[in-house]
T-cell receptor, first 115, second 112 residues
Framework: EPEVTQTPSHQVTQMGQEVILRCVPI?????FYWYRQILGQKVEFLVS????????KSEIFDDQFSVERPDGSNFTLKIRSTKLEDSAMYFCASRGTGEYNYGYTFGSGTRLTVV | QKEVEQNSGPLSVPEGAIASLNCTYSDRGSQSFFWYRQYSGKSPELIMFIYSNGDKEDGRFTAQLNKASQYVSLLIRDSQPSDSATYLC????????????FGKGTKLSVIP
């Protein structure tokens, strides 16, 4: 079964540092997403990405966040200057064309801890 | 503000019983509805999706949608201890948007 792969599984960083979370979506998928889940809270949408540009972003996705697809396989989320409140599980997800109504596949997540 | 509401539980059912999980949503224009299962510390795993009124069955799972009441439910028949997890309801509003709005989830505990 195809998988969405995320690295690292756990990242600890100091407040104010930059972090890059990496994702390898399913190979024939064209739509990519980042979500986050603060411990005990809802899964929240951050951003969607299609055709090398952002399709939608939430209020959470401010100027400190950016996404990039640097090559044909990776999809990254960068947080420029981390804050304590950025501590959360970050999930990458992808879906293919024609699967609009079928939901999408989440990666196993990166637990980000900002200290 | 689009909201998806779920009873947080915990919902406890004995092994072999039917578990019934409910979800309401605020955006009347929502088009697609999803149930995800999330084990503690893990990522959400898609169980079922539904987008037409009525019932949709897949194995032990049945999703039910009533758009007039803005209500979607998930029934799990013959519940097993391995079904113990948090069940997340997610809604897509369509209209060119691809993001999902999640509920906070219902924690299900199946007692052997």
């Amino acid at each position: 079964e195809p998988e969405v792969t995320q690295t690292p599984s756990h990242q600890v960083t100091q407040m104010g540092q930059e972090v890059i979370l990496r994702c390898v979506p399913i190979s024939n998928h064209l739509y990519f997403y980042w979500y986050r889940q603060i411990l005990g809270q809802k899964v929240e949408f951050l951003v969607s990405f299609y055709n090398n540009e952002i399709s939608e972003k939430s209020e959470i996705f401010d100027d400190q966040f950016s996404v990039e697809r640097p090559d044909g396989s990776n999809f990254t989320l960068k947080i420029r200057s981390t804050k304590l409140e950025d501590s959360a599980m970050y999930f990458c997800a992808s879906r293919g064309t024609g699967e609009y109504n079928y939901g999408y596949t989440f990666g196993s997540g990166t637990r980000l801890t900002v200290v | 503000q689009k909201e998806v509401e779920q009873n947080s539980g915990p919902l406890s059912v004995p092994e072999g019983a039917i578990a019934s999980l409910n979800c309401t949503y605020s955006d009347r224009g929502s088009q697609s509805f999803f149930w995800y299962r999330q084990y503690s510390g893990k990522s959400p795993e898609l169980i079922m999706f539904i987008y037409s009124n009525g019932d949709k069955e897949d194995g032990r799972f049945t999703a039910q949608l009533n758009k007039a009441s803005q209500y979607v439910s998930l029934l799990i028949r013959d519940s097993q201890p391995s079904d113990s997890a948090t069940y997340l309801c997610a809604v897509n509003s369509g209209a060119g948007s691809y993001q999902l709005t999640f509920g906070k989830g219902t924690k299900l505990s199946v007692i052997p």
